[in-house]
């Protein structure tokens, strides 16, 4: 696939950079600067840039949710920013064909994967956040969360799905679900733990995330999406 021009993405980002380098950088994936020593990859762009997301997405939050405290407005957060949301709006941004990565990487199916995509979204906005500041960052990040988060109200877009997984099965199976870790990646500044959902010993849903908790939630989701789809097939036969 042949790589986009960043000309072309700083005019779909709404910035053009004083430093084209911290976008080139933003956009470089670990495997390609590996095989550029010279070169530096995404990652502590991402570190920033993950901090200055959750400031911004706080601060749209308690404008719009006044009445909710801090337990709701946190876990409210953890779903907006989760690693699927962030990679549906990476993919209409087209990052993946923008990112520079190894051969190797992008035969794996590099470009679509949702953790190189929500990875770099977070990196962009470090990136931003550096060349002009917190307020280019924030008009960024308000742009696309102002079209997340229109015409819903926080029971409709914020959902718990452990909340959700636990009613379905106590409800249909008579048990709870339970939560096992199957490992942690990457440093200690930027853990990514997987977390998988079981009910007995069969496994519904495995998860992602930088905490337990947005592990569990992503595992809880992907267990929720499978027993409403289980029974949607059933319906049909």
Same mark, same amino acid.
């Given at each position: 696939?042949?790589?986009?021009?960043?000309?072309?993405?700083?005019?779909?980002?709404?910035?053009?950079?004083n430093?084209?380098?911290?976008l080139?950088?933003?956009?470089?994936?670990?495997?390609?600067? *590996?095989?550029?020593?010279?070169g &530096?990859?995404?990652?502590?762009?991402?570190?920033?840039?993950?901090?200055?997301?959750?400031?911004?997405?706080?601060?749209?939050?308690?404008?719009?949710f006044?009445?909710?405290?801090?337990?709701?407005?946190?876990?409210?957060?953890?779903?907006?920013? *989760? #690693? #699927?949301?962030?990679?549906?709006?990476? #993919?209409?941004?087209?990052?993946?064909?923008?990112? #520079?990565?190894?051969?190797?990487?992008?035969?794996?199916?590099?470009?679509?994967?949702?953790?190189?995509?929500?990875?770099?979204?977070?990196?962009v906005?470090?990136?931003?956040?550096?060349?002009?500041?917190?307020?280019?960052?924030?008009?960024?990040i308000?742009?696309?969360?102002?079209?997340?988060?229109?015409?819903? &109200?926080?029971?409709?877009?914020?959902?718990?799905?452990?909340?959700?997984?636990?009613?379905?099965?106590?409800?249909?199976?008579?048990?709870?679900?339970?939560?096992?870790?199957?490992?942690?990646?990457g440093?200690?500044?930027?853990?990514?733990?997987?977390?998988?959902?079981?009910?007995?010993?069969?496994?519904?849903?495995?998860?992602?995330g930088?905490?337990?908790?947005?592990?569990?939630?992503?595992a809880?989701?992907?267990?929720?999406?499978?027993?409403?789809? &289980?029974?949607k097939?059933?319906?049909?036969?």
């Amino acid at each position: 696939m042949a790589i986009a021009s960043d000309a072309e993405l700083q005019l779909a980002i709404g910035h053009e950079f004083n430093d084209p380098a911290l976008l080139r950088q933003a956009l470089t994936h670990s495997s390609y600067a *590996n095989e550029d020593p010279g070169g &530096d990859d995404y990652e502590r762009l991402e570190f920033l840039g993950d901090a200055v997301l959750e400031l911004i997405v706080s601060h749209m939050l308690l404008d719009r949710f006044p009445e909710c405290r801090e337990g709701e407005l946190s876990q409210m957060r953890a779903s907006a920013v *989760n #690693r #699927r949301t962030l990679a549906a709006i990476g #993919r209409r941004l087209r990052l993946g064909e923008h990112t #520079r990565m190894s051969h190797g990487e992008e035969k794996t199916g590099g470009r679509d994967k949702d953790t190189i995509l929500a990875d770099v979204f977070e990196a962009v906005i470090g990136s931003l956040y550096l060349d002009a500041g917190l307020g280019a960052a924030a008009a960024f990040i308000e742009r696309w969360f102002d079209l997340l988060f229109e015409g819903y &109200d926080r029971r409709i877009l914020f959902t718990d799905y452990k909340t959700r997984l636990q009613e379905t099965t106590q409800a249909r199976f008579g048990a709870a679900p339970t939560y096992r870790v199957l490992g942690a990646t990457g440093p200690d500044h930027d853990k990514r733990f997987t977390i998988e959902a079981s009910l007995g010993s069969k496994i519904f849903g495995v998860g992602q995330g930088r905490s337990k908790k947005d592990a569990e939630q992503e595992a809880a989701k992907a267990a929720f999406e499978k027993i409403s789809q &289980d029974e949607k097939e059933a319906e049909k036969r």
